[in-house]
């Protein structure tokens, strides 16, 4: 019927898009099966807290404040490549706020609706199959002359018809659920929505700061007292 092969797209909808949406947050398959294993073995030493996904916006700026401080704070360079190393130390803070954000307006519903609402739905179409076969193998066996009687066969076949109204109501259920399914898109989209946001205004502040430090350089003799005093903001994640 219709309502069963719409219920079946759901089904397969949910877990591609499952998948497919944590490979987006997380691109890097190597990253994210050594995650699996590091994860999985601290469960099984009862260890509870987890290991974060190393976002390349984070490597890259752990990388260039490294190498920022080796130059020196003599160094305009190594201050600017510093200064750029803790605008994607706060990016990568955000993409985590931006992971925990879909896990739980997108993905978290999303399995919910497959755990409870497809997992009934595929309950009772196993459960109508097998009243099916039930009712089919009696009506045989009436027709064949073996001993079911009268009162077996309508008892197989309101199992039966029982099951397939159960079946039916519970995928109606599913299928009726829309509104929730677009409120739940809408979690989404605001949650990369904000996540750009702020990615754009730590962007605009670190153009700022290198801006800055090129006036610096570039007119030392017009601004020394500024250059002395001037250093990269810290910034705790």
Known sequence: ??????????????????????????????????????????????????????????????????????????????????????????????????????????????????????????????????????????????SSGSAVTEEELRLAEEKFEESKSMTQTAMTRVLSNELEHITHLCGFAEGFLEYHRQCYEILKEMMKQLNDRYVCFKCPAKIDWYCCIYKPSKVHL
């Not at 219920?7 to 050594?34: C, G, M, W």
């Open 1 to 142: 019927s219709c309502s069963m092969q719409k219920t079946d797209v759901i089904y397969r909808l949910i877990d591609d898009v499952h998948i497919k949406t944590n490979e987006f947050l997380q691109p890097n398959p190597a990253s994210r099966a050594k995650l699996w294993t590091v994860n999985n073995l601290s469960k099984m030493r009862g260890q509870v807290k987890n290991t974060p996904y190393p976002q390349p916006e984070g490597v890259l700026g752990e990388a260039m404040i490294k190498y920022g401080k080796e130059l020196g704070e003599e160094s305009n360079f190594g201050a600017a490549l510093a200064d750029c190393g803790e605008s994607l130390r706060q990016m990568a803070g955000i993409k985590y706020a931006l992971e925990d954000n879909i896990k739980q307006n997108f993905l978290d519903p999303l399995t919910q609706i497959k755990e409870n609402d497809i997992k009934e739905v595929l309950a009772l179409r196993k459960k109508t199959e097998n009243r099916r076969l039930d009712y089919d193998c009696k009506k045989r066996k009436k």
